[in-house]
């Protein structure tokens, strides 16, 4: 069961996105997809990122996320009369954005929700070679940040890791 004092979303307030302690980081640790939301005056947008629930994270054979939310979004814009003008929805097989009217931002995203976890159950996998591409590619950027700090790193090791990074973005066609 999912910890209900999770916080599974970040609204825009101003240029900042609250509650602050709702980041990339925090996702990752709660294995848990990156919702942002952005509301206007009439209109808001979503954003969703899959891949902080798990690095290796893919959907074989065609079945993105995109594709399955598409029709739901669909859906939403014939009832709800979403003039062409504001229809966007946007993504690949782990994020996409869309745009919805601000008042059924809580129904909308509560359904994003409960699709995401049904979908990632049913047909999400992990990657070895995408984990792993990732990882090392989190580590590196690790270590670039102590190098702007200035702050001594092994550059044995940093070569090492840029060329594992190399050889695996190969593999997965990067």
Not at 5 to 23: F, H, V, W
Not at 41 to 48: E, H, I, L, M
Not at 121 to 128: F, L
Request: hydrophobic letters at 35%.
């Amino acid at each position: 069961m999912k910890n209900p004092n999770l916080i599974r979303l970040a609204i825009k307030k101003g240029d900042k996105y609250l509650p602050e302690e709702y980041t990339w980081d925090y996702c990752i640790a709660n294995k848990i997809p990156q919702i942002l939301v952005d509301p206007k005056v009439k209109y808001a947008t979503v954003s969703c990122d899959l891949m902080s629930i798990d690095f290796g994270l893919v959907f074989p054979d065609g079945k993105s996320f995109i594709n399955e939310w598409e029709i739901y979004y669909n859906v939403y814009c014939d009832r709800h009369g979403i003039p062409d003008n504001k229809y966007s929805l946007i993504g690949g097989s782990i994020n996409l954005g869309f745009t919805i009217l601000k008042k059924d931002l809580i129904t909308v995203v509560q359904s994003l929700i409960e699709q995401i976890d049904l979908h990632v159950k049913k047909y999400g996998i992990i990657d070895p070679v995408r984990k792993e591409y990732y990882e090392i590619n989190t580590r590196l950027n690790k270590m670039r940040n102590t190098l702007e700090h200035s702050v001594p790193w092994d550059e044995e090791v940093y070569d090492k890791l840029e060329k594992q990074l190399r050889v695996l973005g190969e593999k997965m066609n990067f």
